[in-house]
């Protein structure tokens, strides 16, 4: 009988399913993009390409790991390095050195770029000469044969002062054996003679040195970037592989498979780490959205239908056969409106994906991983989902006997129950104290416990609608009544009504809250950022290398301190750094300086608290930290801060300083040489200078300019804060998208929740036309009543946005919360419009119809 009930319900009244189908859709297609995004962080992998021909590959670890005491387990925490990690050259020996191992070759690269003299054609071949286009790659003599392909094809190997490059780029340039080439390297510009050419690996321009030539001017002598290693004839590489990491014993790791092309790319554990979090952290908050949307719009159809289960009762259906028929018609509609939502879905993660491509976020040889989990996750999710909302909303008509059941019907439900009541409260009580120790947290610790401040109120917030509507229309209803007979209508409704209101508003209060925090915690973010960049940059001139350059040439900062107007020259080299807070794991952004620290001041105002950066000098073993930074690690002036440098390397540098203008600039300053000696590029980034008193800056600029003709870019102050603020924009997309998929989802749910309420008020609104209310009042008491709804969704939501942020701000930022009013205001007013218009439009089809034919 339940299934007869179910399958003629859903045939006969398919508009009774209508709000209950598309919220289901739009759950399963926001489930499904984030669990596509979550299978992708966890399987991405890209084909190897320079390791294509070679089984086995050593290098070093490109995460630091952490193992950390949950409760009565340990559980071991990964972080994805800033800069590339490098092993020893001496353990190429070691690799060498064990059986089975036919070839163990060093593989090393670093960045070379040419000068800007012409090209030299075909007969000068002795002339200086340079390559245009992309930069070349500096490999030792040993590399060559690692990459397939990969040969000597005319002349020979070279000695110290010469190479061998490319045929490829040896055309370009109409250069030949015998030729010379002025490159500049990490560790200056030289020329080298060509003592030969050799086939590479299509669009790979290369340059190979003898292998002690390459260590001298690579900018990390010593440390190579992995070893290729070729078993001897009739080895199993998996076995050679096997007894390798046995015989290292942790000092590398091995590779085999496509686990070697994460070697070539080491940014792809970035990547997947990146995309394991969007899919794991924002699927969860999307997660739990979807089933606030479903189970309320699942409730509030469900109550819809309370005449009819009352007439049921009286018929004499058991509760039991109430219950299961609400099962089997979730279980007709859910898992269809899921597998439909699957593809949106698809197409969301696709395009959500394609974007963090194009903005090189993730590798481009990165596939997207379209599996059969996420789907089945999606439809099993709403499906449950319906089915427990169902089962929830059904209970008490079930429960009561029919003649109740038919008088609720009839006067609709009464206030909370005592559960539901009290429930409510403790989770507003947790969410207050969630604040309460976030306001007592510092750095990343205080952002983590947001989510659960937002979930907490959000939980609060649906379980204690009702009496969340029921107050706020008494405090607004003093201003409905003055507004008029539909106003006072609207409230008197409204009061009367509140648990269908409150089902209305609870989507406006999500979309307020999650975006709210998303949107602001970012804009507050990048507003300080900006303010720290503004305040603190202080230089004349900013000279940065020019684009498709690895970086300012070696002696460039030397070199612009003897330029004619300049008082002051400081390189820096950007960087990051791994620190432990509790038990996470987290970055900090970070500077080398080059040159003499004592010149900061006149470059950079940083806002010094205590110490002096002038202290950088005193050792290669020192620090300068963000006041922030230094409360998380919990360090002061000469105490040591527990680090890991940018290549995984352990450190506890002194503190020698600490300040308050670091978001922007940098949380960390280190002495140039010991960023150099671990950092992937061996070149300064940006170069900042101050000019004497009366010096001519246009003449400045050009003399900056000319230390590295067609090498150098040179900007001022402002030009520099623009170009930063267009990166921060760029950094905060993700958060944008984040939000504007909360939002578009929590937007349609909305929509679609007011269209069923109003729906649902054909015997209301037939009975005040029978009274003598004019279409026109009608259609003024629904605006007022979805202004209403907006004006309440929106006030709750900021208050719990304003609460979420405002402790993690001041903890990030030391500010409070930034609001720009062009992106409140128009988010107020598209909730606002929103509202309006999900109950206009049905409203207007209902008065379309004469009062007396509606039963």
Known sequence: ?????????????????????????????????????????????????????????????????????????????????????????????????????????????????????????????????????????????SALGIGPGERLTEGRAPSDGELVLDSASAR?????????????????????????????????????????????????????????????????????????????????????????????????????????????????????????????????????????????????????????????????????????????????????FGELVARGAVPSDVELGVGPLPVLAAVVACTVTALAAGWFAARRSARMRPAQALGEANTGPGRPGRARTVTGAVFTAGAVAFAVVAANLTGATAANTALGVVLCFLVAVALLGPWLVRGAVGLLGVLLRAGGAPASLAADNARASSRRLASATVPIVMVTAFCGTLVFLQSSLQHTAAEHVRQGLTADQVVTAQAGRPGLPAGTVERAGQVPGVSAAVGLRPTGLVYQQSDMLATATALGVDGDPAALPAVLDLGVRSGSL?????????????????????????????????????????????????????????????????????Y????????????????????????????????????????????????????????AVLAGFAALAAANTLVMTVLDRRREIALLRLAGTTRRQVRAMLRWEALLIAVIGL????????????????????????????????????????????????????????PTATR
Not at 670 to 678: D, F
Not at 703 to 724: M, N
Not at 840 to 846: D, I
């Open 172 to 352: 370009a340039a109409h250069l030949s054996p015998g030729g010379t080439l002025t490159l500049t390297t990490p560790t200056g510009s030289a020329s080298y003679r060509i003592s030969g050419l050799a086939e590479a690996r299509p669009g790979s321009p290369t340059a190979w040195f003898s292998d002690r030539t390459a260590d001298r001017i690579s900018g990390h002598p010593g440390r190579i970037d992995a070893v290729a290693v070729r078993p001897a004839a009739g080895t199993d590489p998996r076995t050679l592989a096997d007894e390798l990491r046995h015989a290292l014993d942790g000092q590398a790791q091995v590779s085999t498979g496509q686990q070697r092309g994460t070697v070539e790319q080491p940014v792809l554990h970035e990547a997947k780490a990146m995309l394991t979090a969007l899919g794991a952290s924002f699927g969860g908050v999307a997660t739990m959205t979807a089933v606030f949307v479903v189970v309320s719009t699942v409730a509030l159809a469900t109550g819809q239908r309370a005449r009819e289960f009352a007439l049921l009762r009286t018929i004499g259906a058991t509760p039991r056969q109430i219950r299961r028929s609400i099962a089997a018609e979730a279980v007709l509609v859910a898992p269809l409106a899921a597998a439909i939502g699957v593809l949106p879905g698809l197409a969301l993660a696709r395009w959500w």
């Open 614 to 682: 002038a202290d950088l000098s005193r050792s290669p073993d020192t620090v300068a930290l963000d006041a922030t930074l230094a409360d998380s690690l919990g360090v002061r002036v000469g105490q040591r801060a527990p680090l890991w440098l940018g290549d995984g390397t352990k450190a506890e540098p002194t503190v020698v300083a600490t300040y308050s203008r670091g978001l922007g600039l940098g949380e960390a300053l280190l002495p140039g040489a010991t960023v150099a000696a671990h950092s992937s590029s061996a």
């Open 795 to 850: 006030v709750t939501g900021a208050a719990i946005a304003w609460t979420t942020l405002t402790p993690i701000t001041r903890a990030l930022t030391s500010s409070t919360p930034h609001i720009p009013l062009g992106t409140a205001l128009p988010l107020a007013a598209g909730a606002a419009l929103l509202c309006l218009a999900a109950t206009a439009l049905p409203g207007r089809a209902l008065l379309r119809s004469h």
């Open 1 to 141: 009988m339940s299934n007869g009930l179910a399958r003629a319900a859903v045939r006969f009244r398919p508009a009774s399913f209508a709000g209950t189908f598309l919220a289901l859709l739009f759950a399963s297609a926001i489930v499904t993009a984030c669990g596509v995004l979550l299978q992708t962080g966890l399987t991405a992998s890209v084909q190897p390409s320079r390791y294509a021909d070679v089984p086995v590959v050593v290098a070093a670890d490109q995460q630091v790991e952490l193992t950390v005491k949950r409760g009565e387990d340990r559980e071991t925490i990964a972080q994805p390095l800033p800069e590339r990690a490098r092993l020893d050259a001496g353990l190429t020996a070691t690799v060498a050195a064990l059986p089975g191992v036919a070839q163990a070759l060093p593989d090393s690269s670093f960045p070379l770029s040419t000068t800007t003299a012409p090209a030299t054609p075909p007969s000068s071949s002795s002339s200086s000469s340079s390559i245009n286009g992309p930069g070349l790659t500096g490999r030792g003599w």
């Open 684 to 739: 300064p980034a940006q170069l900042l200078v101050a000019e004497a008193p009366g010096a001519d800056r246009a003449a400045t600029a050009r003399a900056l300019a000319e230390l590295a003709p067609g090498q150098l870019s040179v900007t001022d102050r402002q030009g520099y804060a623009a170009q930063a603020d267009r990166q921060r924009e760029l950094s905060g997309w993700a958060n944008n998208v984040m939000a």
